[in-house]
Nanobody
Framework: QVHLVESGGGLVQAGGSLRLSCAAS????????MGWFRQAPGKEREFVAA????????YYADSVKGRFTISRDNAKNIVYLQMNSLKPEDTAVYYC???????????????????WGQGTQVTVSS
């Protein structure tokens, strides 16, 4: 069992930056691929970024590539999402998730993930 808690969301102006954190409980955190998803009002949840268990291989949605960076610290059981050059269309609730089963990327499918956090709101004003 893995319990995930996101933090770091907030209100920021367009062009600004935020860093989201996702703290995980459980001794097997380093075995999981971790992902970030987001859901805007009236829209489906969508993939943002994912990182393999070793922290070396990462994947990004085209919409955030070059602006967002996912990373993880397995010693601290935390995964991060650094978001730069934020746009109003990045406004959404951001969720982190843990994937215990999938062995090959890009880890971009919702049903691959076994555990989810409660989400943190990110609002980008124009």
């Amino acid at each position: 069992q893995v319990h995930l808690v996101e933090s770091g969301g907030g209100l920021v102006q367009a062009g600004g930056s935020l860093r989201l954190s996702c703290a995980a409980s459980g001794r097997t955190f380093s075995n999981y691929a971790m992902g970030w998803f987001r859901q805007a009002p009236g829209k489906e949840r969508e993939f943002v970024a994912a990182i393999k268990w070793n922290g070396i291989i990462t994947y990004y949605a085209d919409s955030v590539k070059g602006r967002f960076t996912i990373s993880r610290d397995n010693a601290k059981n935390i995964v991060y999402l650094q978001m730069n050059s934020l746009k109003p269309e990045d406004t959404a609730v951001y969720y982190c998730a843990a994937d215990a089963r999938t062995r090959v990327g890009p880890y971009n499918k919702i049903d691959e993930y076994d555990y989810w956090g409660q989400g943190t709101q990110v609002t980008v004003s124009s």
